[in-house]
Every structure is written in C-alpha cells, then in structure tokens.
C-alpha cells in the first residue's frame, strides 16, 4: 500500500496559500526562479511539528567557507525567508559556530537581553554525532571514538559540545535553558555501529564497563539518570534520530531494533538517481514511513555531483557550488523529486551562495522549487526527472551509496514443525527480501512446486521475522520455496527447505 505525507489539504493551503498549492511543475517546463513564496509546511511525523519543506543544510558554504561569502547572513537570509528547520553537526568544522553567530543576532541565546523564546520554539534544529558509546572505549570494529580529531570523545561530549558552540562560549560552557530539538547518530554504515549504539538499552546499569550512546540520549531526552551519566537530570533534547548514505538494510536495522520507539526521524540520502544504486526509497523509506517517523531527504544534489563538483566526498571550499542548476539539468525537479518520494517531509539543502537576483540566489531559488505537495508529481513526470539525472556524470553521482542490487530473495527462511495427535504444525519464517529498483509487491509461499499462500508486501518493522502457519495431516517430506515480486513482475525465491517427516 502506497505510503503518503500525513496532511490535510485544507490545512496545507491555510498554511501556503493558493499561489503554492500551484507551485509543482512538469519537469523541464520552468527553468527561470521566482520569488519564493510562504515556505510550505507538512506534519513531521510522530514529532508533530510543522516543518518547512525546505531545510537548510549545514554543509556547503556554512562548513567549507569560500573567500568572499559570509556563512551567517545565508543563515539569516533563511530566517527572513521563513525556513525553519536547521541541520549541523558535530563533524562540520565551524558550522555550529556560524549558526551560533546568526543565533546571538536573532536573540535565541536564554538568558541573554532579548531572548525570542517564542522564535526558538518556532525552529527546529537538529545536530549529529559520529559517536557510537557514552561510556567505555569503543574498540567495535567501525565505530568511532572521534570527533573532529579528538580521540576519547562520548557521545554526550558531543552533545555538550553542540550546545556550547551554538548558544554558549564554544569553549563547553553554555546557558540554561540552552536545547537541540533533535540529535541524530550520524552515517550508519556497518551491523556493528548498530549494535554498539543499543548497548546497554534494555538493562541500563551504570557500574556497566561501557554504555551505547541511545541509552544516553533518552536520559538527556527525558531527564532521567538510569546510566548514571546524567547526575544533574538535564533534559537537553527534544528528539533522537538517525542519519543513513550508504546501506539501506543497515539503515533498515537501525530502525528494526528500535523496540521503544525512541527514534522519531531519518535523515536519508534520496534523490533522482537513487534507483541507479541499492536504493533507499523502496527500502529503508517505507519502513520509516510505516513507523511515523520524520523524514529527511539528503544529497538532493548528490552533494553537489550533479553539477561541477567531482562525485567524492566533500572536504574543501572549491567543493562548493555556486550555481543554480545547470541548462541540461535545472535544480527545480531535483528538488522536487526527493519532495515527491513517499514519506518524505522535508529535504535540507547546502547553499553555497545567496544573493539579491533569484534567478542566481541558491536558497531563495530551493526554497521556491519546495512548494509542492507530497503528491506533486506524477510517477511518469518522477520517471522523466530519473531519465535527465541519469545522464549527470553517465549516473555515477550517488558515490556515497552501495551498488545497484536485483530483488533479492526472502531472508533466513526457517520451517519448523511440531506434531499434536495426527496433525504436523508448520511454520515458515523469513526475513525481509530487498526491493531493486521497484517496489516489491508480494510474499508467495510454495510447498512441493504449488503456490499454497500470497501475502501483499508488508514491511518488517521489528528484528521478529513474518511468520507464516499451516497444518497438514500426513507424514511426507514436503519442500518449501519463499518467493517475493515485485510491480515489474520480476521474482526471487528462497533456496528450497526440506521438511522431512515427524
């Protein structure tokens, strides 16, 4: 079943006005900006808040500063504009530094002459955290133990760190009433990283040798001091969240351990060349769709690859692009594109420069192509938009994602059976198959070479796996196939399991 932004229509043209109800375009129509209208709003999943679809990133000129531009009025300019939500991290150089200059000239500092409490609670602003623990050495392979060199960091380190830096001195000290909306574990990439995340969630103790970093975060979240690293009970975060470039299913079981309920957001790369690589929008995006979660779409522009930027991570000021868009590939249906994916509520976007003239202005040129509704495009404009990104660099732009992978088969199918009387009690379980570039449609269960069951895709939510039972009066050997489809009618199936006789 199609996943779709949870919003009323009625509110959304309250919210944006008509002129932005109008704003989605058929690709390759409109290649002239302008003027931005009232920024549009959606519901931020379980969060509730209503964030603007246009984010500003906290890359791009705010972290690797260019000669000439001034990262802090492009953060002002996306105040005047209205936007209102603001991304950084703890790994972005002086990005939380400049968004704190732009803070103390919108008086967001409490405590300080002036404090617009009621324009900080009108924002929402998030950080990241490359660290996997809160406490003990982290000697997991592919877990961190540094930020922006610092080796020994934790996790709430990082948290103390962000708030000295946007609102205090940046030297660790920093005003009470001080918070971040939202702290997000940032670029999953392995099982492991996972896994050293949840360490010590589901039996909190202090006197624990070493403590993952989410245990931490709900005390800070929530005020408690189950970890014992929290003495003072601060609640100095709203909301916990995730960040995912890479792999879908590592992304996926992030959200799949998450039995509490305590991640509210992903922050996931999603843009028009996605289904060129093992792709998020038929994977991990559902899933945290079904689970309400916010979700943030990331490298709307391939982090600058669809243009002049080389297709390798960024990590100096000649990286950052300074144009809008390109003749063969204007940046309006990018933008629109990763809006349009389902369940998507708001993409953040890095500006590498502003100015007065909309048509050269990246944020005001962003901002506008963000008015559209979450159905805004139709899936043959979606395909037409796929077609003109592919030629971007032969496709090659999404270097921060796996490789393209076909429909896989069902996961660890297991049958198991137990004997009541006369009667055999047959159970298969398996885990998720991965979606290629389609949505899978349908389980279908076999037994003996004849479909005995189709079940209509659901996602996995939880690490349990989809179980399926029958029962059979006989004592034969039976044989049983998993297989998954999806909407182009393509199949993958399981290797047989042989069920012998009780």
């Known amino acids: 079943m199609p996943i779709r ?36 709003k959606r519901v931020f999943g379980k969060i509730g808040f209503e964030v603007t679809t246009f984010g500003l990133g906290g890359q791009a000129s705010i972290q690797w500063t260019p000669e000439g531009v001034d990262p802090v009025k492009i953060i002002l300019k996306a105040f005047d504009l209205g936007v209102n939500y603001y ?87 920093y005003p009470e009433g001080a918070y971040v909306d939202m702290v997000l574990f940032h670029n999953l990439n392995r099982k492991e990283e996972v896994d050293a995340i949840y360490e010590g969630l589901d039996d909190t103790n202090p006197n624990a040798e070493r403590i993952g970093a989410l245990a931490a975060l709900r005390d800070y979240r929530d005020g408690t001091n189950l970890t014992g690293l929290n003495p003072d009970n601060k609640r100095l975060l709203r909301h916990i969240g995730f960040s995912g470039h890479i792999d879908p299913a590592v992304n996926m079981y992030m959200i799949q351990r998450d039995k509490y309920n305590l991640l ?18 038929y994977n991990v995006i559902n899933l945290a769709a079904e689970k309400n979660m916010g979700i943030i779409a990331m490298k709307v522009f391939a982090d600058g690859a669809m243009y002049t930027k080389p297709a390798e991570w960024s990590n100096r000021p000649d990286h950052v692009v300074h ?51 979450p159905d805004g495009l139709t899936e043959i404009e979606r395909s037409a ?16 994602q796996l490789a ?73 050997v039976h044989t049983y196939v998993l297989k998954v489809t999806d909407a182009k009618g393509r199949i993958a199936e399981s290797e047989p399991v042989t069920l012998g006789i009780t």
Not at 117 to 129: A, G, H, P, V, Y
Not at 267 to 275: E, F, G, T
Not at 388 to 393: D, F, I, L, M, Y
């Open 385 to 400: 938009i796929e077609a003109v990104a592919a030629r971007a660099k032969e496709g090659k732009t999404n270097y921060f």
């Open 323 to 373: 144009t809008v868009g390109s003749p063969e590939l204007p940046s309006k249906p990018l933008v629109q594109y990763a809006l349009t994916t389902p369940g998507v509520h708001v993409a953040i976007i890095g500006i590498g420069h502003i100015d007065d003239d909309p048509e050269k202005c990246q944020l005001t040129s962003n901002l506008a192509a963000a008015q559209i509704l």
């Open 5 to 40: 932004n949870r919003m009323n229509r009625r509110k959304f043209v309250r919210t944006t006005g008509m002129a932005a109800a109008a704003a989605a375009i058929v690709p390759g129509l409109l290649t002239r900006c302008a003027p931005a209208p009232a920024p549009m």
């Open 404 to 476: 393209a992978i076909p429909l896989t088969a069902p996961k660890q199918v297991a049958v198991l059976q137990s004997r009541e009387q006369n009667l055999r009690n047959i159970t298969v379980n398996w885990n998720t198959a991965y979606a290629g570039d389609a949505p899978m449609t349908s389980y279908e269960i076999w037994r003996d070479g004849s479909k005995v069951k189709e079940i209509p895709f659901t996602t996995q939510i939880s690490t349990d796996p989809f179980s399926w039972s029958e029962t059979l009066n006989d004592r034969d």
């Open 87 to 173: 991304d950084t991290s703890n790994l972005y150089g002086p990005s939380q530094e400049n968004l704190g200059k732009a803070f103390r000239i919108k008086k967001l500092i409490p405590g300080e002459p002036g404090y617009d409490e009621n324009l900080r609670k009108s924002i929402f602003l998030t950080t990241k955290t490359h660290l996997r623990h809160a406490k003990g050495e982290s000697d997991v392979p592919g877990v961190s133990s540094r930020t922006n060199g610092e080796r020994g960091s934790h996790t709430i380190d990082d948290l103390h760190r962000s708030l000295s830096q946007m609102f205090g001195d940046g030297k660790g000290n």
């Open 264 to 281: 509210d957001a992903m922050l996931v790369a999603i843009n028009a060349n996605d289904k060129l690589m093992f792709n998020m929008q």
